[in-house]
Nanobody, 123 residues
Framework: QVQLVESGGGLVQAGGSLRLSCAAS????????MGWFRQAPGKEREFVAT????????YYADSVKGRFTISRDNAKNTVYLQMNTLKPEDTAVYYC????????????????WGQGTQVTVSS
């Protein structure tokens, strides 16, 4: 079992940066694929980024590629999402998720979810 707690959200102006953190508890974190998803009001949850268990394999949604960076520190049981050059359309609740299987962009492949952290980008 893995429990996830996100932090680092907030209000930022367009063009600014934020770094989200996701602290995980549980002995299986280092063997878990981790992902970030987001959900804007009135929209479906969408994939943002994912990282393999070793940290060497990452994949991004086209909408964030080149602006966001996912990373992990297995010694600290934490995964990060560095978000640069933020845009108003990045406004959403951001969720951290863990999967026991292979790296995936599909939310239903993830077994554990955090409670989410709000990111608001003003224009």
């Amino acid at each position: 079992q893995v429990q996830l707690v996100e932090s680092g959200g907030g209000l930022v102006q367009a063009g600014g940066s934020l770094r989200l953190s996701c602290a995980a508890s549980g002995r299986t974190f280092s063997r878990s694929v981790m992902g970030w998803f987001r959900q804007a009001p009135g929209k479906e949850r969408e994939f943002v980024a994912t990282i393999g268990w070793s940290g060497s394999s990452t994949y991004y949604a086209d909408s964030v590629k080149g602006r966001f960076t996912i990373s992990r520190d297995n010694a600290k049981n934490t995964v990060y999402l560095q978000m640069n050059t933020l845009k108003p359309e990045d406004t959403a609740v951001y969720y951290c998720a863990a999967a026991n299987g292979i790296r995936s962009t599909r939310s239903y492949d993830y077994d554990y979810w955090g409670q989410g952290t709000q990111v608001t980008v003003s224009s």
